[in-house]
């Protein structure tokens, strides 16, 4: 029998995934750990230059929930955000999302269903997507929604990310010294081994965001750096510098003022062809 032939969205998939695999093998065989972790993370998140964790994480979920349904990328983008959150929380840099059983929410529907632990995490994370979404959209407007959405909102985000949706436990230190010059000066570690749902590091990494605002002193641009492409056609959420930027690109930016500001466009196209030719 005749193999079926693949689509194309399946062809951009496997392209992707090819060249994604070989960027990581290279990385893997260059750097250490905590290095090499934030860079594979910034790949994942199409970010591959990026050094700052916070800002990959916000440039992973929105790559996230702007990448089309079923599309690989989009899922690459939530496992790079939940790998750096929970690296966050435990201060390691082995990876928490290689034993998934780690998410209650995965755990549960595995010993109900057997189901790959893999297609559990996916079909989590394709379930959250548009609520993911409506929480980044009041984060980039927050006056866009009513105010039973936003209850709503952070009623979400405190059901995923509150401090009892973290499982830890504590272990004593080997050697306490107080100076930290003979020893550590910690009565205990605090380990975190749990997650209530997928989206928990993630949402607990938004609140103290959030948390973060509300104590002062910090723009709001380097909290939280979102905003909604102008553009109507597209209205992409982005992450910029400058939350006074309309824009997701400058492509949008062009088709903006080609569509609304005709005149203006018509002067400056006509400015470039004389200063041109």
Not at 189 to 212: C, H, M, R, S
Request: glycine content about 6%.
């Amino acid at each position: 029998m005749r193999k079926q032939q693949l689509g194309f969205a399946e062809k951009v998939n496997l392209g992707y995934a090819k060249e994604l695999e070989a960027k990581l093998e290279e990385i893997e065989l260059s750097l250490g750990s905590e290095k090499k972790s934030t860079k594979l993370n910034a790949i994942l998140a199409g970010v591959p230059e990026e050094k700052d964790i916070t800002t990959i994480i916000w440039h992973a979920l929105v790559g996230f929930v702007n990448a089309k349904e079923e599309e690989e990328a989009g899922f690459n983008c939530f496992r790079a955000s939940t790998h750096l959150c929970c690296l966050r929380l435990e201060e390691i840099f082995a990876n928490p999302t290689e034993d998934l059983r780690c998410f209650d929410d995965v755990e549960a529907e595995y010993d109900r269903t057997r189901t790959p632990l893999e297609n559990i995490f996916r079909s989590q994370a394709s379930a959250l997507r548009q609520k993911i979404r409506m929480v980044l959209v009041w984060l980039a407007r927050p006056n866009t929604y009513t105010p039973a959405h936003k209850r709503y909102i952070l009623e979400f985000l405190l059901h995923h990310g509150s401090e009892q949706a973290i499982q830890f436990g504590i272990d004593s230190t080997d050697k306490f010294d107080h100076t930290g010059r003979d020893g550590t000066p910690l009565f205990y570690w605090k380990n975190v081994y749990g997650y209530k749902t997928v989206f928990t590091p993630t949402a607990k990494f938004i609140l103290d965001k959030l948390e973060q605002y509300h104590e002062g002193g910090i723009p709001l641009e380097k909290v939280i750096p979102l905003i909604i492409c102008k553009r109507q056609e597209c209205g992409r959420i982005a992450v910029v510098r400058r939350r006074t930027k309309d824009f997701c690109s400058n492509s949008c930016r062009t088709l903006y003022r080609q569509k609304n500001k005709p005149e203006v466009w018509a002067a400056y196209m006509r400015k470039y062809r004389s200063d041109s030719y």
